[in-house]
């Protein structure tokens, strides 16, 4: 039973318009959140994270939101860039050393 | 800037084999994972580990193995492999349990 869905199994987008990737999740017991990014034949990267405690977080071009009420949080990239063409997971963390993964949304960036 | 290397990158196994996975980091974390990854699904946990000598049971750690001998490498190992354990393996390793997992690039493993 997956704890957190990405429920966009791909997103597309033009250059220079917004992203906007959606997360939910289930366990009211995560306190920390992450967003990873994840080329072809290459590990995932840490993009952004989030704790529980605040609602909105901030680095560069990527922005993470997250509405505890809700279960949800979001990620927006603006403007989106070509190399921003990728697997994007959101991950989930109760506080007992083990990630939750959501399935992924693939992003393409239309030139 | 190594920093977590995985070996191999690749390997076809037939039902039955026996191998090892091998996860070295090069930053001294203190904790290290092992997931797999498979089409449609997140990156699930098999085993972790938080610190030398010390392993423990992840989400889904039937049919795996691992050790943690020295604090920069985790092995993972399958006894007796079967065609459900084909899925590409991560290996991720942190400084401390509220830091960002820095991953392998993995290893693709086939099970005929």
């Not at chain 1, 997956?2 to 318009?17: M, T, Y």
């Not at chain 2, 049971?57 to 084909?86: C, H, I, M, W």
């Amino acid at each position: 039973d997956q704890q957190v869905k990405q429920n966009s199994p791909s997103l597309s987008v033009q250059e220079g318009r917004i992203s906007i990737l959606n997360c939910d999740y289930t366990n009211s017991m995560f306190d920390y959140f992450l967003w990873y990014k994840k080329y072809p034949a290459e590990g995932p990267t840490f993009l952004i994270s989030i704790s529980s405690i605040k609602d909105k977080n901030e680095d560069g071009r990527f922005t993470v939101f997250l509405n505890k009420s809700a279960k949800h949080l979001s990620l927006h990239i603006v403007p989106s860039q070509p190399g921003d063409s990728a697997v994007y997971f959101c991950a989930a963390d109760n506080n007992d050393y083990k990630l939750s993964f959501g399935a992924g949304t693939t992003v393409t960036v239309r030139a | 800037n190594a920093g977590v290397t995985q070996t191999p990158k690749f390997r076809v196994l037939k039902t039955g084999q026996s191998m090892t996975l091998l996860c070295a980091q090069d930053m001294n974390h203190e904790y290290m994972y092992w997931y797999r990854q498979d089409p449609g699904m997140g990156l699930r946990l098999i085993h972790y580990s938080v610190g030398e000598g010390t392993t423990a049971k992840g989400e889904v750690p039937d049919g795996y193995n691992v050790s943690r001998l020295k604090k920069q490498n985790f092995l993972l190992g399958l006894e007796s492999a079967a065609p459900s354990q084909t899925s590409v393996y991560f290996c991720a390793s942190s400084y401390s349990r509220d830091q960002p997992q820095h991953f392998g690039d993995g290893t693709r493993l086939s099970i005929l």
